[in-house]
């Protein structure tokens, strides 16, 4: 049994193989995955949340580059290396974008960054803002350096590509939150249902059809209106929602199985009903499973997107790619486009990749083919 099992695994692996798309997707994914552990590592703006603004040089094209004046704080927060790694550091110095700067009479002198014509007034900084420094020509080398924005500026001043690597985040941790929640509910509800028939499967069914008459995103906006705003909340929320779907897929490939020799015989053996449905029913029935999880994934990155556009998922000032294009998308008709159109390509890019690995998934674990 094991080694059929095992060939069995081999064979849809090879197939899986065997799909350019479904490889190209799951590459691309765990890519994701790995830029979402160490995604304060990658991001320009490694401060909590990439929330440093500067409102001087908000929505700036992709590849805009300024002189940033960086005066550190003199208040210091001890913070351990591994928090700051995967949570980002305190955001307590302050950053300056200048036109120019110039040194003189031991004193250091910058002209801010401003869009107006009018060049701005100079103004004097005192050394005293720097603890570190015996003389003003140490300055330039130590706290004033190019930065550049690969990806430009929202209408905050703050680095779009360190939000959107952050925010990256809030989609894969709503997928698996939401998908676990949902397999735990669906295949505990339908594998009883039809197991044990009778009025359990009636009362579960009622459930299910209930459940599945609420238009989706109305049901998810009751639920996290009821649970309040927040990040936990719409985890929770989402994944209550998207049960449905599993419970109808396990109960009808537990009807289908039920009745095969080998759950016949485990009765026979005299095997508890609970041990029959977790060692020999559900390790049967997983593929059509797994498929209806990928896709479970892409649809929960959706509705977390347009919660957070409605202004009731992840709140201020976490990043969050739906946050991101209600914030910008008026900018589409203000000749600044690439501000909603990169979050929108980045949530179409995650969606079709789900998507994709689950066709591929289909056709690996069919075994008609």
């Known amino acids: 049994m094991s080694k059929n099992s095992n060939s069995l695994t081999k064979l849809a692996l090879q197939k899986f193989k065997k799909n350019f798309w479904g490889v190209l997707s799951f590459s691309f994914i765990v890519l994701c995955a790995f830029i979402v552990i160490f995604a304060y590592v ?6 909590r949340n990439a929330n440093q603004m500067h409102l001087s040089i908000h929505s700036k094209k992709p590849g805009f580059s300024v002189q940033m004046l960086t ?23 302050t950053e300056i974008p200048i036109e120019n700067y110039r040194i003189a009479d031991n004193k250091l002198f910058i002209t801010e960054y ?3 014509a009018i060049t701005g007034r100079e103004k004097e900084i005192p050394l005293s803002s720097f603890p570190t420094l015996t003389q003003a020509s140490e300055v330039s080398a130590q706290f004033i350096q190019q930065k550049t924005f690969r990806l430009g500026t929202d209408k905050y001043g703050r680095d779009v590509l360190s939000r959107m690597l952050v925010g990256m985040r809030i989609s894969f941790t709503i997928g698996f939150v939401a998908v676990f929640i949902s397999l735990l509910i669906g295949i505990t509800l339908g594998a009883l249902a039809v197991y044990f028939e009778s009025r359990t499967d009636a009362v579960i069914m009622w459930i299910i059809n209930v459940t599945w008459s609420i238009p989706t995103l109305l049901l998810v906006i009751a639920i996290t209106l009821t649970l309040g705003k927040g990040f936990w909340q719409v985890f929770v929320a989402v994944g209550l929602t998207m049960w449905v779907e599993v419970a109808r897929i396990v109960r009808g490939q537990v009807l289908s199985v039920k009745r095969m020799q080998y759950v016949t015989a485990a009765r026979a053996l005299g095997y508890h009903d609970i041990r029959i449905i977790v060692k020999h029913i559900l ?3 997983m593929a059509p499973v797994i498929v209806i999880s990928a896709a ?7 509705i977390e997107s347009g919660l957070s556009f409605l202004g009731i998922g992840a709140q201020p000032p976490m990043p969050s790619w739906g946050a991101m294009i209600k914030d910008h998308y008026s900018y589409i008709i203000l000749g600044k486009p690439y501000l909603a159109i990169i979050p929108g390509l980045a949530i179409m890019s995650l969606v079709m990749a789900f998507m994709l690995i689950g066709n591929a998934l289909r056709d ?4 008609k083919s």
């Open 114 to 116: 401003t869009d107006e």
């Open 42 to 47: 990658f991001a320009p703006d490694d401060t």
């Open 364 to 367: 690996a674990l069919d075994v």
């Open 71 to 93: 005066i550190p704080s003199t208040e210091k927060k001890e913070e351990s290396s591994i928090n700051t790694l995967f949570f980002g550091k305190e955001n307590t110095a």
């Open 296 to 302: 479970n994934f892409a649809a929960a990155i959706l």
């Open 283 to 285: 390790p049967n029935i």
